[in-house]
C-alpha cells in the first residue's frame, strides 16, 4: 500500500494512531469533499480561504478569476497548507469530557504553480467541474478564449499530505460505562436536495442528468 | 443594524457585493457551523487545523488537550485566522465559466488569549457542548478538576469579522439563456440521522433527548 513519507510538520504531536499516511484514503477523503480551506501568509497575516477544488492523479487544483487575491499570492510560489475536512458524526460520551466528532480531514503542504498550458489548463477546469458534479462539463457551453484568459488554475503536487481520521463510538473511562447516560453517535451527513430550476428556464425543461441523478459520493464510509 | 468595522484584511478585493460586515449575520452562519478552520503561522509554515468551537456573545471558543500544539502555539498570542464555511448548493450555469457554489462563510481575524479562570473555562466548555448539541452538557457526567486542568480553552474577541455569501440561481451571459441547457440549483444540506447506540449501552436503554430530538439548525437559510 502506498504512503505518504512523513514529514516533521504531518507527524500529529497527540493521538499519533488518528494520523495516516496512506495514499489511497488522502484520495478518498479528497474526492468526496468539495471545499478546501487554503491557508496562506501575505503581509505576516494568516489567511484561510474557502474554494472548490478537484484532484487529477497526485496533483490538486484550484482555479478562480485572473484578479483573485488568494490566486495571485499564491502563484508567487509561498508555503500553502491546504485542509480538506468531512464531517461524519457527534460523538455522544458519557462524560463531558469524552465528547468528540468522527471525521476525515486531509492537510496537504507545499506550493502551488500556474497552469500556463492551454490543454492542462482546460483539462483541469474540466476535472474541477467532474469533481463537483459528473456528466456536466458535457451538457454546458464550453470555455471561450476569453473565459479562459479570465481564469486562473494552480496546482499542487500531493507529495506532502497526510490524513485524520476519528470513527466509532465514544471511548469513555471504565468507570463511566455503568452511568445510565445514553451514548453514541448522531451521524452527520452532506445530502443533496431535488434540484431547484433557474426561475429563467423555459417551462418545462427537463432537468439535466447530471443533476436529477447526482448523489452525494460516500465513498470510503463503511461506518460512522 | 450593527456592523462590524471594515478592515483592510477584511475588504473583499473582488464581488465586494458577496461581503458583509452584518454582525447577526456573522453570528447566524458561526452558530449554524460545527467546524472552523484555524490558520496561523509555526516556523514561517501555514497550518490550517479544522476543530469544534463555540460562539458566546462576542467571543469564539476553541478548546482542546493542554498538549495540543495548535493551542500551544495560539496561546503565545499570535495571529489567527478562522474560517467557517456552510456549503448551501451547487449552482449549474448554462455555461462552465458560471458554474458556482452557494455558500455561507465568515472569516474571523485577531489573537487568541487563554481562558484561565475556572468559571468561564466551564462555561466555556458548557457553550462548546451545547453547541454541539445542545441539552445534552445536563445529560452527562460534569469535568472532573483533573479533566479541566487537562483541557485548554482559548478565546478570540469577534472584533475583525465578515462574512461572505453567495445565494439564488447561476448568473449567465445574456446570450446565453437562449441555450436549451436545464439550470439551476442542487441545494446541499448536513442532515442528521438516526442515533446509532454504543455498543457497550446496556440494551433497552432510551435513547436521551438530546440525540432523538436532535435537527440541524437551518437559521439564516431563507432561500437556497
Not at 484568459?149 to 494552480?154: D, E, F, P
Not at 463510538?169 to 448522531?186: H, K, N, Q, R, T
Request: with cysteine.
Amino acid at each position: 500500500m502506498e504512503t505518504f513519507a512523513q514529514t516533521q510538520r504531518t507527524t500529529l504531536k497527540r493521538l499519533p494512531k488518528r494520523g495516516v499516511f496512506d495514499r489511497e484514503l488522502v484520495y478518498d477523503i479528497l474526492d468526496e469533499g468539495f471545499i478546501c480551506h487554503v491557508g496562506f501568509v501575505a503581509e505576516a497575516q494568516p489567511f484561510v480561504i474557502p474554494t472548490g477544488y478537484a484532484r487529477v492523479a497526485d496533483h490538486l487544483y484550484i482555479h478562480g478569476s485572473q484578479a483573485s487575491r488568494m490566486l495571485r499570492t499564491l502563484e508567487q510560489g509561498i508555503d500553502v497548507c491546504v485542509t480538506v475536512t468531512l464531517l461524519d458524526g457527534l460523538v455522544l460520551a458519557r462524560s463531558a469530557f469524552h465528547h468528540s466528532m468522527n471525521y476525515r480531514s486531509v492537510v496537504v503542504f507545499g506550493q502551488a504553480t500556474v497552469v500556463s498550458g492551454r490543454e492542462e489548463k482546460l483539462a483541469a477546469l474540466r476535472a474541477l467541474s467532474e469533481h463537483m458534479i459528473p456528466g456536466r462539463w458535457d451538457e454546458v457551453r464550453q470555455p471561450t478564449e476569453h473565459e479562459l484568459k479570465a481564469t486562473s488554475v494552480l496546482t499542487m503536487p500531493l507529495t506532502e499530505a497526510s490524513a485524520k481520521v476519528r470513527t466509532g463510538p465514544p471511548i469513555d473511562d471504565e468507570e463511566d460505562y455503568e452511568l445510565a447516560v445514553w451514548a453514541g453517535v448522531v451521524p452527520l451527513r452532506l445530502v443533496a436536495g431535488e434540484p431547484i430550476a433557474d426561475p429563467r428556464l423555459p417551462h418545462g425543461t427537463a432537468v439535466s442528468d447530471s443533476a436529477s441523478k447526482y448523489q452525494r459520493g460516500q465513498r470510503g464510509i463503511d461506518s460512522v
